[in-house]
């Protein structure tokens, strides 16, 4: 275990060398200042109507949706952080002589795999659970609005990252960093457009493009995650409003549930085992 842990604070020490966090850090500012600014305009215009007639309620309409696009970006910083942090931890390592000692003695491949998931995974899960209290302190500051659950979302952003963080080691066994980054961002996006399907799916009544967004919510649950995030925050809406906001922004908010979870830990721990079984066969001679 002390072994594992080193290799942990190792991953923190090499992302703050190759100015990881101060590249990320930047990022979230703009971000988190771009979203402050365009709530704050938005809360304005909303403000200036008249809330008569409306079947809608405009207000949290707005808030909901706005704070919907808030953990996509969130989504994408912290996958952005999972990535630079695990593209090249294996192979990348293993051509500069760095694992040779390592997997020996004291740790052994599967330790030194886990212990590298880990830590990027911590690193990352923490960063989006932070940045995703930021924009929603920010909404509701501005709003007044607050959605219906806050630790919810939260964890499930973190899975979400968790996932994509492991699915990066599981590439770096096998490609270059270059290549690994690219793959990364690719199945990212492939998430992202079976979410959209299903969205569209919803909206047309198909249920063939319904189904089709399904399957890639459990393929690659972190969307499956993301979309439960989305859902938990408006959980408590009721009527025609409930109906808009549940659409929400790149991906339809669904609710997963129990199930959801439980086949997001077994996906992990799929992906934690196809790494080890493949790092057993790398040959760092």
Same mark, same amino acid.
């Given at each position: 275990?002390?072994?594992?842990?080193?290799?942990?604070?190792?991953?923190?020490?090499?992302?703050?060398?190759?100015?990881? $966090?101060?590249?990320?850090?930047?990022?979230?500012?703009? $971000?988190?200042?771009?979203?402050?600014?365009?709530?704050?305009?938005?809360?304005?215009?909303?403000?200036?109507?008249?809330?008569?007639?409306?079947?809608?309620?405009?207000?949290?309409?707005?808030?909901?949706?706005?704070?919907?696009?808030?953990?996509?970006?969130?989504?994408?910083?912290?996958?952005?952080?999972?990535?630079?942090?695990?593209?090249?931890?294996?192979?990348?390592?293993?051509?500069?002589?760095?694992? *040779?000692?390592?997997?020996?003695?004291?740790?052994?491949?599967?330790?030194?795999?886990?212990?590298?998931?880990?830590?990027?995974?911590?690193?990352?899960?923490?960063?989006?659970?932070?940045?995703?209290?930021?924009?929603?302190?920010?909404?509701?500051?501005?709003?007044?609005?607050?959605?219906?659950?806050?630790?919810?979302?939260?964890?499930?952003?973190?899975?979400?990252?968790?996932?994509?963080?492991?699915?990066?080691?599981?590439?770096?066994?096998?490609?270059?960093?270059?290549?690994?980054?690219?793959?990364?961002?690719?199945?990212?996006?492939?998430?992202?457009?079976?979410?959209?399907?299903? *969205?569209?799916?919803?909206?047309?009544?198909?249920?063939?493009?319904?189904?089709?967004?399904?399957?890639?919510?459990?393929?690659?649950? $972190?969307?499956?995650?993301?979309?439960?995030?989305?859902?938990?925050?408006?959980?408590?809406?009721?009527?025609?409003?409930?109906?808009?906001? *549940?659409?929400?922004?790149?991906?339809?908010?669904?609710?997963?549930?129990?199930?959801?979870?439980?086949?997001?830990?077994?996906?992990?721990?799929?992906?934690?085992?196809?790494?080890?079984?493949?790092?057993?066969?790398?040959?760092?001679?």
């Amino acid at each position: 275990m002390r072994g594992a842990g080193t290799i942990v604070a190792y991953a923190v020490r090499e992302g703050v060398r190759r100015r990881v $966090f101060v590249v990320v850090l930047v990022l979230t500012a703009v $971000f988190l200042g771009l979203y402050g600014w365009g709530v704050s305009a938005v809360t304005d215009e909303i403000r200036t109507e008249t809330a008569a007639g409306r079947l809608v309620e405009i207000d949290v309409v707005a808030a909901a949706t706005l704070l919907g696009l808030s953990m996509f970006g969130t989504l994408f910083l912290g996958a952005v952080l999972a990535a630079f942090l695990t593209i090249g931890v294996v192979r990348g390592d293993a051509e500069r002589g760095l694992l *040779q000692p390592l997997v020996v003695r004291p740790l052994g491949r599967p330790t030194l795999v886990l212990a590298r998931m880990a830590g990027a995974g911590v690193i990352a899960a923490g960063y989006t659970v932070v940045v995703f209290l930021a924009a929603l302190l920010i909404t509701g500051g501005f709003t007044g609005w607050w959605p219906s659950s806050v630790a919810e979302p939260a964890l499930s952003l973190a899975g979400a990252v968790v996932l994509i963080a492991a699915i990066s080691v599981l590439g770096s066994v096998a490609m270059t960093a270059t290549a690994n980054g690219i793959a990364v961002f690719m199945v990212f996006g492939a998430g992202l457009v079976a979410g959209l399907i299903g *969205q569209i799916g919803e909206g047309i009544d198909s249920p063939t493009l319904s189904r089709i967004g399904d399957i890639g919510a459990y393929a690659l649950p $972190f969307e499956g995650l993301y979309q439960s995030a989305l859902s938990s925050i408006t959980s408590d809406t009721t009527g025609l409003t409930e109906v808009v906001v *549940q659409l929400g922004p790149f991906g339809g908010a669904q609710e997963g549930g129990v199930a959801l979870w439980a086949w997001a830990i077994a996906y992990l721990a799929l992906v934690a085992a196809g790494a080890i079984a493949a790092f057993r066969r790398v040959d760092l001679s």
